[in-house]
């Protein structure tokens, strides 16, 4: 139904940028909102930052003024631009879509990616 597809993950130094996207496809669902999450070892999976089909944009604390989220509404893609990376940012990224059934729109459907890791270390 929704495939979600990330890229983007891999090691950089403090300070460095990476930019993740994530693509989401299905043709039966219509996609409202997209975000990253993320999960550090031995810790819980928090919100990084989420935009609406609107465009409107929210971010934790931790990383406002370093990341930007952004999407594509033609192509059902979200990016998260991530500058001045620190080693706190070290976690799982996980890319979140949450849709509703064009046919049947009676329910929320959530989707997730499978994660790609980001590593910040000198």
């Known amino acids: 139904q929704v495939q979600l597809v990330e890229s983007g993950g891999g090691l950089v130094q403090p300070g460095g940028s990476l930019r993740l996207s994530c693509v989401a496809s299905?043709?039966?669902?219509?996609?409202?909102?997209m975000g990253w999450y993320r999960q550090a070892p031995g810790k819980e999976r928090d919100v990084v930052a989420t935009?609406?089909?609107?465009?409107?944009?929210d971010y934790a604390d931790s990383v406002k003024g370093r990341f930007t989220i952004s999407r594509d509404n033609a192509k059902n893609t979200v990016y998260l631009q991530m500058n001045s990376l620190k080693p706190e940012d070290t976690a799982v990224y996980y890319c979140?879509?949450?849709?509703?059934?064009?046919?049947?729109?009676?329910?929320?459907?959530?989707?997730w990616g499978q994660g790609t890791q980001v590593t910040v270390s000198s």
């Open positions: 299905g043709s039966s669902i219509r996609i409202n909102a």
């Open positions: 935009i609406t089909s609107g465009g409107m944009t």
């Open positions: 979140n879509a949450r849709g509703r059934s064009i046919q049947l729109p009676l329910y929320d459907y959530v989707y």
